[in-house]
């Protein structure tokens, strides 16, 4: 029996396939998770795309409708149908973007008479993972008009 043992301790024709099998799911798993990483980082590429082309027709011609169609059209070319929603809206103040909403027609008083007019163009999109928790993608971009 000891000597069995002994030869047994010394045997190392299977020890290889058992490395592999304590580590095959290891590795499978870090290479599941990369490409889940990978794809929620495309899918911020293309909602940040649809925003960018959606920016630049408001920036042109400073339609409200065709900036949002530009941003659908995108995000459906890149994320497939309705799976992203937009939202482009115009407001005004008489300072930053950050300060109190006016009238638009308003006249504002201080250093600066004139009404300060902003498009804010609003993104959402709900990213599924496989192993990493799923993401809500709210980006918000702001272009001022006058």
Do not use: K, Y
């Amino acid at each position: 029996m000891r000597a069995f043992l002994r030869r047994f301790v010394r045997e190392s024709d299977g020890s290889s396939v058992v490395e592999f099998a304590l580590l095959a799911p290891v590795m499978l798993l870090m290479t599941l998770a990369t490409f889940d990483v990978g794809n929620s980082i495309s899918d911020r590429m293309a909602i940040d795309a649809a925003m960018r082309n959606g920016l630049q027709v408001a920036m042109v011609t400073g339609s409200l409708d065709d900036t949002l169609q530009m941003m659908e059209t995108t995000a459906e070319a890149e994320l497939g149908a309705d799976q992203a929603s937009f939202q482009v809206t115009q407001f005004c103040t008489c300072g930053t973007v950050t300060d109190t909403q006016v009238s638009c027609t308003n006249i504002c008083t201080g250093s600066e008479p004139m009404v300060n007019v902003f498009l804010q163009l609003d993104g959402q999109f709900h990213h599924n993972s496989w192993f990493m928790p799923d993401v809500q993608l709210n980006p918000t971009l702001f272009l001022q008009q006058r």
